[in-house]
């Protein structure tokens, strides 16, 4: 039996909207190299459930209040490992407090 793989990359990313000046922060594993891909297949997961699930989340309101507004993202990091990804995340959230993240 093959051992769990617990050595993965971490792409830290932050979501923003320009014209309202409000941000998210969040993390997400990479596919490969691609880590500019695997940030937009998360964002459109993002959208997908702002729209489609009744999350009540920050973020997913955000979306669904404001459905024509430009969301641009960006890799911020990237981190190996799980734990040093969520420790990361966290303080980047405290060091940006983006308005859009739910706490």
Request: proline share 4%; hydrophobic share 35%; charged share 30%.
């Amino acid at each position: 039996m093959r051992k769990k793989r617990n050595d993965r990359n971490y792409v830290l990313y932050r979501i923003e909207a320009p014209e309202c000046g409000v941000s998210y922060i969040g993390l997400t594993v990479a596919s490969g190299r691609a880590f500019l891909r695997s940030v937009k297949v998360r964002v459109q997961k993002h959208l997908s459930r702002a729209k489609r699930e009744n999350k009540d989340w920050t973020l997913c309101n955000f979306i669904r209040d404001n459905p024509n507004v430009q969301l641009r993202y960006e890799v911020m990091e990237v981190v190996r490992g799980r734990k040093p990804a969520y420790q990361r995340e966290r303080e980047l959230i405290a060091a940006y407090e983006p308005a859009l993240n739910t706490f």
